[in-house]
T-cell receptor, first 117, second 113 residues
Framework: AQKITQTQPGMFVQEKEAVTLDCTYD???????LFWYKQPSSGEMIFLIY??????QNATEGRYSLNFQKARKSANLVISASQLGDSAMYFC??????????????FGTGTRLQVTL | NAGVTQTPKFQVLKTGQSMTLQCAQD?????MYWYRQDPGMGLRLIYY???????DKGEVPNGYNVSRLNKREFSLRLESAAPSQTSVYFC????????????FGPGTRLTVL
């Protein structure tokens, strides 16, 4: 079984500052993928960034980067130069890369980020 | 491309009523999923369809049924709605890109009285 833990229910960050959203995971699968999704107040789920368990480098997508520490089983999302539009709920999720698992996602409970002026 | 579409956007039911949530995707994806989102609990998988013609239970399937009508459409049915099924329901389909990320529909907010 897989489990995702997001221990920060809410976070505040000032505009233009960087912020780290924590995510730890537990799995017995040797091969897995980690995702971050953003959910603004409008409700849609927006894919942000992906990290494979065998990727040698940390993933980056624009202002988003993933601080992947495999031995610690953590996959923290770093948002640089925060903008007001970054205010949203953020979900960490994972899936097994084993065949036959149909790429089912397991989600954490989310972190609500509020960007302030 | 419309992506993943869901109907209706909002619905209020009385306990015991039935309804079907519709989902369609135009991205030619094989796998589709139904999740529910409750406050403080993230998204939980109800049912999924790895490919046309197959469906399987997820984490919380009780009280639901699904139909994979064709490659595009995957519906979720509540036969006898209960207040515990008050939730926001998301349909998703899985990309065939290297990330295999899931694309989500806009959600259906369901209230069962």
């Amino acid at each position: 079984a897989q489990k995702i833990t997001q221990t920060q229910p809410g976070m505040f960050v000032q505009e233009k500052e960087a912020v780290t959203l924590d995510c730890t995971y537990d799995t017995s699968d040797p091969s897995y993928g980690l995702f971050w999704y953003k959910q603004p107040s409008s409700g849609e789920m927006i894919f942000l960034i992906y990290q494979g368990s065998y990727d040698q480098q940390n993933a980056t997508e624009g202002r988003y980067s993933l601080n992947f520490q495999k031995a610690r089983k953590s996959a923290n999302l770093v948002i640089s130069a925060s903008q007001l539009g970054d205010s949203a709920m953020y979900f960490c999720a994972m899936r097994s890369l084993n065949t036959g698992t149909a790429s089912k996602l397991t989600f954490g409970t989310g972190t609500r980020l509020q960007v302030t002026l | 491309n419309a992506g993943v579409t869901q109907t209706p956007k909002f619905q209020v039911l009385k306990t015991g009523q039935s309804m079907t949530l519709q989902c369609a995707q135009d991205m030619n994806h094989n796998s589709m999923y139904w999740y529910r989102q409750d406050p403080g609990m993230g998204l939980r998988l109800i049912y999924y369809s790895a490919s046309e013609g197959t469906t399987d239970k997820g984490e919380v399937p009780n009280g639901y049924n699904v139909s994979r009508l064709n490659k595009r459409e995957f519906s979720l049915r509540l036969e006898s709605a209960a207040p515990s099924q008050t939730s926001v329901y998301f349909c998703a389909s899985r990309s065939v890109s290297s990330y295999n990320e899931q694309f989500f529909g806009p959600g259906t907010r369901l209230t069962v009285l």
